[in-house]
């Protein structure tokens, strides 16, 4: 195998053997209306959860969670959404923020929620990244009938520059009544963050082939020299 073929096979193993940490971010709102009941994974530097356009400040209520999968039972997080269609600039939504530590990215391949709409609650969820407000990722249509249900978005890949906060809103429509309450509880992110260690090789690598082929390049064979003159 010649020099160059092994600088190749170099740079090719260190892109095949990039891992991420995967990991998940939960708020079962058992103390808190904020702040997430798990642990923050290694790459988070924080995590938060807020409400806006709600005629209602969000509380934390103890009507317990129910009916699915990872239903905690306890607090969970009313407000009263707003009436009518869709509308990002002035619709009920809740955001997350996920914050990556110095030097790292972050992303999301799913998120999970337990729902509840009153009669005249929202019908349907939609998730937006925040910074783009244009398009829905997804949306999800949910039934205002008192009953908790499990809403979930998969295959995702949310995602956002290195040092650069991940924010994303799930935004409720479709209510008929400023009286109605949407409750949400048992939150839950998927977040892959790259490992520092497979950066650190990944750069040591390139740097390691890059300097070989160079002074492969500049080495000239003694059979390409010039006849000397006599």
Do not use: H
Not at 136 to 152: D, F
């Amino acid at each position: 195998m010649n020099r160059t073929r092994i600088i190749a096979f170099l740079l090719i193993s260190a892109v095949a053997t990039t891992t991420n940490l995967f990991s998940q971010i939960t708020w079962d709102f058992s103390s808190s209306a904020t702040a997430p009941s798990s642990s923050l994974p290694s790459g988070i530097a924080s995590a938060s959860i807020a409400q806006f356009n709600t005629s209602t400040t969000g509380t934390l209520t103890n009507s317990n969670s129910s009916g699915y999968t990872g239903a905690s039972g306890g607090n969970n997080l009313a407000f009263s959404a707003i009436t009518g269609s869709l509308n990002t600039s002035s619709s009920t939504y809740f955001e997350f923020t996920l914050t990556p530590t110095s030097g790292s990215s972050v992303t999301v391949s799913s998120i999970s929620f337990g729902s509840r709409s009153t009669t005249s609650g929202p019908l349907s969820l939609s998730l937006y990244l925040s910074s783009n407000l244009t398009t829905a990722i997804s949306t999800r249509s949910v039934t205002n009938n008192n009953n908790w249900a499990l809403v979930s978005f998969t295959s995702l890949a949310l995602s956002a520059a290195a040092d650069t906060p991940l924010v994303f809103r799930i935004y409720g429509s479709g209510g008929s009544s400023t009286a109605s309450n949407w409750r949400i509880d048992d939150v839950s992110a998927i977040s892959a963050v790259p490992e520092p260690a497979t950066f650190a090789f990944l750069t040591g690598a390139a740097t390691l082939g890059l300097a070989a082929f160079r002074r492969r390049s500049l080495r000239v064979k003694p059979a390409n020299l010039p006849a000397p003159i006599a």
